[in-house]
């Protein structure tokens, strides 16, 4: 009887670790389903797939380039093939690629390893031609997706399948008026817009003027699906970059912070009233780089296990000089989630490493991107042996 009772916990056990084996390597390898930006802000992400034979796309980039816009567009291989000037324009305009496979089949019915030849050879197509990536960003053709697919696309390295909360059906052949009234009167902060760039949607380029000029009218902006996510892919939007507000934030401190001016923020993001700004409101910075200027000081947000002496340590800092920017009489009292300004600093500490804390739809390859190294390197610093296989909540030391 005790054998037999053995028997049937070790095949438990058994089950046990199979399941819990497959579900990690599941949420690890799966791409991310977006439908829309998690934010309260007035950003909208426009974004065009553009197919075999991508007629409209140059009328498309000139309208973008009228208004100042930037958006994302989601390519095929093959209509790279057909047009590969286009694509060329489209990265040259300054716009976010995406991967919309090669010949835009039904994901749904393919295996990994042919989801893997779609992207794969796109990518190479792309890359061959723009000298850009598409990666990590996906749409996937019809918006077909399942479990499945998203566990594909994801382990070949696209950690995001973008959806979108407005179709505008353009490629029906409706109306420029249809069109517009599809977008306007459905928008709501952090909406992702699908249009085409075919011959089947000659309504667009007529209604995109309109779509834009209605929506800068209700205060909105406009961004890429890099930028809408917070991806360290995006490029710069309106010839600058974005910042998103903090407590505290004035649009003149930010001016200070870009080296440019309250007129010209404000001008950009369509704000009338400069006193006014949210907490977490997303603004174009025009006319910067990506990456802001050096500041005297950054903020630092307190975890688990930190103290003021670690934290010191870690910006090459004093205790009493972050104990006198943030008004701490006892300084061996920290709360979790605690902002702290800290003093004399660039806004990236000199560390070699990094903390990172594994979140669904994350993947090796997909982090290592997020940080500018290696697949290699990470697995090395962490004793990683099976670079497939990750755990939510798992915290990797990411090498610098």
């Not at 009218?217 to 903090?246: E, H």
């Not at 103290?307 to 340590?313: E, P, V």
């Amino acid at each position: 009887m005790g054998t037999r009772i053995g028997k049937i916990a070790a095949v438990m056990l058994l089950v046990l670790f199979s399941l819990f084996s497959f579900s990690g390597q599941s949420d690890a390898a799966s791409s991310s389903y977006i439908t829309k930006g998690n934010t309260s802000s007035k950003v909208v992400a426009l974004t065009f797939d553009d197919g075999a034979d991508g007629t409209n796309t140059n009328k498309i980039l000139d309208i973008l380039s009228t208004h100042n816009v930037k958006a994302t567009f989601f390519l095929t291989g093959s209509g790279a093939e057909d047009h590969p000037q286009f694509i060329r324009n489209i990265a040259a305009k300054g716009h976010q690629l995406g991967n919309h496979s090669y010949s835009h089949p039904d994901f749904r019915t393919l295996s990994a390893t042919q989801m893997k030849s779609q992207l794969d050879r796109t990518e190479t197509i792309i890359k061959n031609l723009t000298g850009k990536t598409t990666k990590p960003i996906f749409r996937a053709p019809y918006g077909s997706v399942n479990s499945n697919v998203l566990a594909g696309v994801g382990a070949a390295g696209y950690g995001y399948t973008i959806q979108w909360n407005i179709d505008t059906i353009d490629w029906r052949g409706d109306s420029a008026t249809t069109i517009t009234n599809k977008v306007v009167n459905n928008i709501v902060p952090g909406s992702i817009v699908l249009m085409h760039t075919g011959a089947g949607a000659p309504g667009t380029p007529v209604a995109l003027p309109n779509i834009i000029t209605k929506l800068k009218a209700k205060g909105y902006s406009f961004v890429t699906v890099s930028q809408m996510l917070n991806l360290p892919s995006s490029p710069p939007a309106s010839g600058g970059t974005t910042y998103t507000v903090k407590a505290g934030d004035t649009l003149y401190s930010i001016a200070q912070r870009f080296n440019t001016t309250v007129a010209k923020i404000a001008a950009a993001n369509n704000i009338a009233n400069v006193n006014l700004l949210r907490i977490g409101q997303v603004l174009i910075i025009p006319g910067t780089s990506t990456a802001p200027p050096p500041a005297t000081s950054t903020t630092y947000t307190v975890k688990a296990g930190d103290t003021l002496y670690s934290i010191a340590q870690r910006f090459n800092t004093t205790v009493a000089k972050i104990a006198a920017a943030n008004n701490i009489t006892n300084v061996n009292l920290l709360r979790i989630g605690q902002v702290l300004k800290i003093p004399g600093t660039s806004t990236a500490p000199p560390a070699t490493t990094v903390k990172y804390t594994v979140k669904a739809g994350d993947t090796l390859y997909s982090i290592a991107l997020r940080y500018n190294t290696t697949v290699a390197k990470i697995a090395a610093a962490n004793n990683i042996t099976n670079v497939n296989f990750l755990r939510i909540g798992q915290v990797l030391i990411i090498p610098r």
